[in-house]
């Protein structure tokens, strides 16, 4: 698979705007307490064995985003509340280190349709565990940090889009995930919020 590596980069201005407009919650800062009628919850986990690496840095772009909106946990799972009308996991992008000083973000899209929105708002979808299996050039990773590199920047940082071959599989384990959502989400059951399966598909890009 032809790469293609390009330079992709947001001031602060930009990502201040982007969390400004309070559409994505990451999974440590959602607070039940907080809901508004307006706001769902969503649950599941995303597993990606990257290269080998079962535990990378990664991070997931959702629908139209252009900067990423949830950071995978070392267990993968994820809370997200959101008020959207259409919740989309549309790329993902994980980190490949090479050395302390150089590396490269890989990007892949997601073949995977939106996730059904809850009726009411006591209702938290289970979207299902997307196992993710990543293989890629190690190489590309010094490649394209030495073709993006800022020679005012302390590190190289490249950006490669369509890094290699994923392969994709949605699999089901509620009673992991009410187990871990009751003890992670302190008050949830007390509370009478709800899990539900809505399981994401695939589909071909």
């Known amino acids: 698979m032809r790469k293609i590596y390009f330079w992709f980069f947001l001031s602060s201005f930009f990502y201040s705007l982007f969390w400004a407009v309070g559409c994505a919650t990451l999974s440590d800062e959602v607070s039940i307490e907080k809901i508004n009628s307006k706001q769902r919850l969503y649950v599941g986990r995303v597993l990606v064995n990257f290269n080998g690496e079962t535990n990378p840095k990664c991070e997931i772009y959702l629908s139209y985003d252009i900067a990423p909106s949830i950071k995978l946990s070392s267990d993968g799972f994820v809370v997200y509340k959101t008020d959207r009308q259409e919740l989309k996991f549309k790329e993902l992008t994980c980190y490949h280190k090479v050395t ?74 509620m009673a992991y995930i009410e187990n871990a959502f009751y003890s992670k989400v302190s008050g949830a059951r007390e509370k009478g919020f709800r899990l539900q399966s809505a399981l994401t598909e695939l589909f071909e890009l």
């Not at 996730?115 to 565990?129: A, H, L, M, T, W």
């Not at 990773?141 to 994709?168: E, L, M, V």
């Open 100 to 173: 302390s000083y150089i590396g490269a973000w890989h990007h892949q899209k997601l073949a995977l349709r939106a996730i059904k929105r809850p009726q009411d708002s006591s209702e938290v979808n289970y979207f299902g565990d997307i196992h993710i299996d990543w293989v890629f050039d190690p190489k590309t990773s010094k490649i394209a940090a030495d073709k993006d590199y800022d020679t005012r920047a302390p590190y190289k940082t490249g950006q490669i889009k369509d890094s290699g071959d994923i392969k994709i599989w949605v699999g089901k384990d």
